[in-house]
């Protein structure tokens, strides 16, 4: 069984206005991280302060990183035809699951056993 066409026109726009944020989110955590070079304050409280947020700025880069991979591994599958089948298994993807998360590639069962 396809797809319902409308449903993956939905997700593929989701995808896509995801796509952007999190490329505009990532010109963001990258000049943060690359001015890091930049010497720390002089003051230990401060220093304190500035590592902390490098490690959350660090984790929000290497989130983006990979979700923004895996929209578009998602939109190469909604491009070739197989969007909402399980990479793993090749069953269908619930669609409950895909409006839940757009670029998930794995059915629940194939999720669970990892
Ligand atoms: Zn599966």
Partial sequence: MTMNKELIDKL????????????GLLE???KHLYRRDEPYSADFAEQAVEVENNQVVEALDAEGKTTLNE????????DSGTYGDCTKCGSEIAAERLSAIPHVRLCIDCAKKQ
């Fill in 71 to 78: 929209i578009k591994l998602a939109l190469t599958r909604i």
């Fill in 12 to 23: 593929k726009l989701e995808l896509q206005a995801e796509q952007k944020r999190l490329t």
């Fill in 28 to 30: 963001r955590t990258g």
